[in-house]
């Protein structure tokens, strides 16, 4: 019998987990459930005779996939799928898929939030500002991206964005694109980062383009922390006193914010972008849904790494 693992250290919410169990016993598949797990080898053993894997922020290295000698399928139940080695996963024959845009609205809504509790002075009880009427600039157009832009056109602000693979999309939908990352943060009161942390978008926030922000800037961060170059934001958030920077990921440099920069900067202690309910189950049934149609029709719409 196929079985599907689900290992998740940050579990999905127990509705998720009973509707994509219920996917993949129709299926006739068995399902393992491994959650909150703090030992690899726990990991490496329940892997060892699985033909699917579904995780979520769970590292699949190189002895993992080692480690499952069975394996045929790992999918990521979300967007960004740096955790896994893909590369390897293709050497071995192991198809890698994603599950784009199941998660898109909880993490802009976040973002949106975040805008609103940096403006608002981190609700210290001073006057702070309003959003209608700022421009905010993105920096990618993804699906969470698509999602900010819906939001914060409905709160009344002016949105910019700059892309390099989504300019038709972006210009059809009303968006005015920039020709540059540099020409994005110097009209932005407010940046939202949505870009993978790989290629080109890696360190893309860097000296370069925030020396080029308006003052009383917000820079908000849901994407990943390796598309920041942190010296550089430390030494902006250090020249720049009127900056604030707020993220669902804690920086490798979060010693020297708290240090030297308190009352400008938020980080969620884990990431939570993904954290609701709504996402849990959309991206978790979706991952059961794409492992039952590529085992079963070979379907691999969303395999990230065929090349």
Same mark, same amino acid.
């Given at each position: 019998m196929t079985k599907v693992l689900i290992a998740t #250290? +940050?579990?999905f919410a127990p509705a998720a987990v009973a509707q994509i169990s219920e996917v993949c016993q129709q299926a006739g598949y068995q399902v393992q459930l491994l959650e909150k797990y703090t030992d690899e080898q726990a990991l490496l053993d329940a892997v060892s005779d699985a033909q699917a894997l579904i995780v979520r922020s769970d590292k699949v290295d190189q002895q993992v996939l080692d480690a499952a000698s069975e394996l +045929?399928? $790992? $999918?990521?139940? &979300?967007a960004g799928y740096d955790n896994v080695d893909t590369a390897y996963a293709k050497e071995k024959g192991i198809c890698v898929m994603n599950t784009p845009g199941q998660n898109s609205n909880a993490v802009a809504e976040l973002a949106i939030g975040l805008a609103i509790y940096g403006i608002r002075n981190f609700f210290d009880g001073t006057s702070g500002g309003e959003l209608r &009427? @700022?421009?905010?600039g993105l920096h990618g157009y993804g699906y969470v991206a698509r999602n900010v832009h819906r939001i914060a056109r409905g709160l009344g602000m002016n949105v910019k $964005?700059?892309? @390099?693979y989504s300019k038709a999309q972006a210009s059809s939908e009303g968006l005015e694109v920039t020709s540059s990352l540099e020409e994005l943060y110097a009209a932005s009161d407010i940046v939202s980062i949505h870009v993978p942390a790989r290629g080109e978008h890696l360190k893309s926030v860097s000296k370069? $383009?925030?020396q080029h922000l308006k #003052?009383?800037?917000?820079i908000i961060n849901t994407a990943r922390k390796e598309v920041v170059n942190e010296e550089d934001l430390c030494a902006f958030m250090a020249s720049r006193k009127d900056a604030k920077y707020l993220s669902d990921i804690t920086p490798d440099c979060a010693d020297k914010f708290k240090a030297e920069f308190e009352g400008r900067y938020f980080f969620s202690p884990k990431k939570i972008g993904a954290q609701t309910a709504e996402a849990n189950l959309n991206a978790g049934v979706a991952a059961a849904e794409q492992i039952v149609a590529y085992l079963e029709n070979g379907d691999n719409t969303f395999q990230v790494n065929k090349n």
């Amino acid at each position: 019998m196929t079985k599907v693992l689900i290992a998740t #250290e +940050k579990p999905f919410a127990p509705a998720a987990v009973a509707q994509i169990s219920e996917v993949c016993q129709q299926a006739g598949y068995q399902v393992q459930l491994l959650e909150k797990y703090t030992d690899e080898q726990a990991l490496l053993d329940a892997v060892s005779d699985a033909q699917a894997l579904i995780v979520r922020s769970d590292k699949v290295d190189q002895q993992v996939l080692d480690a499952a000698s069975e394996l +045929k399928i $790992v $999918v990521r139940a &979300g967007a960004g799928y740096d955790n896994v080695d893909t590369a390897y996963a293709k050497e071995k024959g192991i198809c890698v898929m994603n599950t784009p845009g199941q998660n898109s609205n909880a993490v802009a809504e976040l973002a949106i939030g975040l805008a609103i509790y940096g403006i608002r002075n981190f609700f210290d009880g001073t006057s702070g500002g309003e959003l209608r &009427g @700022r421009t905010l600039g993105l920096h990618g157009y993804g699906y969470v991206a698509r999602n900010v832009h819906r939001i914060a056109r409905g709160l009344g602000m002016n949105v910019k $964005v700059f892309t @390099r693979y989504s300019k038709a999309q972006a210009s059809s939908e009303g968006l005015e694109v920039t020709s540059s990352l540099e020409e994005l943060y110097a009209a932005s009161d407010i940046v939202s980062i949505h870009v993978p942390a790989r290629g080109e978008h890696l360190k893309s926030v860097s000296k370069e $383009v925030l020396q080029h922000l308006k #003052e009383n800037a917000l820079i908000i961060n849901t994407a990943r922390k390796e598309v920041v170059n942190e010296e550089d934001l430390c030494a902006f958030m250090a020249s720049r006193k009127d900056a604030k920077y707020l993220s669902d990921i804690t920086p490798d440099c979060a010693d020297k914010f708290k240090a030297e920069f308190e009352g400008r900067y938020f980080f969620s202690p884990k990431k939570i972008g993904a954290q609701t309910a709504e996402a849990n189950l959309n991206a978790g049934v979706a991952a059961a849904e794409q492992i039952v149609a590529y085992l079963e029709n070979g379907d691999n719409t969303f395999q990230v790494n065929k090349n």
